[in-house]
């Protein structure tokens, strides 16, 4: 009610959150496979197994490699440019400026990759590859022109937050990583393509450096990271953190669904995703 102290709210949200984990949990322990199928629309013709992946979903999964790509290398850019002040000669400053241009460009790289990976095209060839240099270095020179704007007492406040969004994105990335190679669990649309359900597993069941990466969630994770902007506002803006917040778990949400729609990931992939970038 409205009468609750804030401690006991704040502990009876969690215990709410942590019931519906378990609950989830438990649901995609049995009812994975038939999930998954229904939202990406799985038909058997007699011979073949088939998908029908909606639009939205394609979309997401481009959208969901450049939003926290673009978060991580802002963090980068902002907590080295930030840091850069503290040196003491120019020549310092402007190295650790520059420094912060290469993971920035590195993670612009990466995003530009699998949007390729996505959409078939392929970058071979001398001049695919400059192409594709050329697209990763626009964006970050962008992002790092665009950091270059903010004023220094603002980026001075930022400092923390964007030093915490950083290691936050490096641990998740490591981790999740980490787990997909261990665990090797199939993908729904991998099954498909071989034209066989067979290779199914519950999540409780790794096959252990099978060389598929479906468990958990990468897309999840990552997209669990936008809570961190709630952290970055500060003074008067930190009336909207309730809103930004929100949005924030709607676009998880958003794209936890369009990964099961695309017959990318199960229930639980999306689950143990999310609870990797929230804890």
């Keep these: 009610?409205?009468?609750?102290?804030?401690?006991?709210k704040k502990?009876?949200?969690?215990?709410?959150a942590s019931a519906a984990l378990a609950t989830g949990i438990t649901l995609a322990s049995r009812f994975d496979l038939a999930i998954s199928s229904t939202l990406a629309g799985l038909k058997f013709n007699g011979k073949y197994f088939t998908l029908d992946v909606p639009t939205f979903a394609s979309t997401l999964e481009i959208i969901g490699e450049w939003a926290p790509s673009v978060l991580a290398a802002t963090?980068?850019?902002?907590?080295?440019?930030?840091?850069?002040?503290?040196?003491?000669?120019?020549?310092?400053?402007?190295?650790?400026?520059?420094?912060?241009?290469?993971?920035?460009?590195?993670?612009?790289?990466?995003?530009?990759?699998?949007?390729a990976e996505?959409?078939?095209?392929?970058?071979g060839g001398i001049m695919g590859r400059m192409m594709f240099a050329a697209f990763s270095f626009a964006i970050a020179a962008i992002l790092y022109l665009?950091?270059?704007?903010?004023?220094p007492e603002v980026k001075k406040k930022l400092f923390l937050p964007a030093a915490y969004t950083?290691?936050?994105?490096?641990?998740?990335?490591?981790?999740?990583?980490?787990?997909?190679?261990?665990?090797?669990?199939?993908?729904?649309?991998?099954?498909?393509d071989d034209n066989s359900l067979e290779s199914y597993t519950p999540w409780y069941k790794p096959n252990?450096?099978?060389?598929?990466?479906?468990?958990?969630?990468?897309?999840?994770?990552?997209?669990?990271?936008?809570?961190?902007?709630?952290?970055?506002?500060y003074g008067k803006a930190e009336k909207y953190r309730p809103a930004v917040t929100a949005l924030g778990y709607g676009?998880?949400?958003?794209?936890?669904?369009?990964?099961?729609?695309?017959?990318?990931?199960?229930?639980?992939?999306?689950?143990?995703?999310?609870?990797?970038?929230?804890?």
């Design 251 to 279: 676009f998880i949400a958003l794209m936890a669904f369009s990964r099961l729609a695309a017959g990318a990931h199960f229930l639980s992939d999306f689950l143990f995703g999310f609870i990797i970038a929230l804890g």
């Design 118 to 123: 996505y959409l078939d095209y392929s970058v």
């Design 11 to 16: 502990r009876s949200l969690k215990l709410g």
């Design 75 to 115: 963090s980068a850019l902002i907590f080295a440019s930030a840091g850069s002040e503290n040196c003491k000669t120019q020549t310092g400053k402007v190295a650790a400026r520059a420094g912060s241009f290469i993971p920035a460009m590195g993670l612009m790289a990466y995003a530009s990759s699998k949007t």
């Design 146 to 151: 665009l950091v270059g704007k903010i004023p």
């Design 1 to 8: 009610g409205e009468n609750m102290n804030p401690k006991t």
């Design 208 to 233: 252990f450096f099978a060389g598929e990466y479906s468990f958990p969630s990468g897309h999840t994770a990552h997209a669990t990271l936008v809570l961190m902007l709630s952290k970055w506002l």
């Design 166 to 192: 950083l290691a936050a994105s490096i641990t998740v990335l490591l981790t999740v990583s980490t787990l997909k190679t261990v665990w090797g669990r199939t993908r729904l649309r991998d099954m498909v």
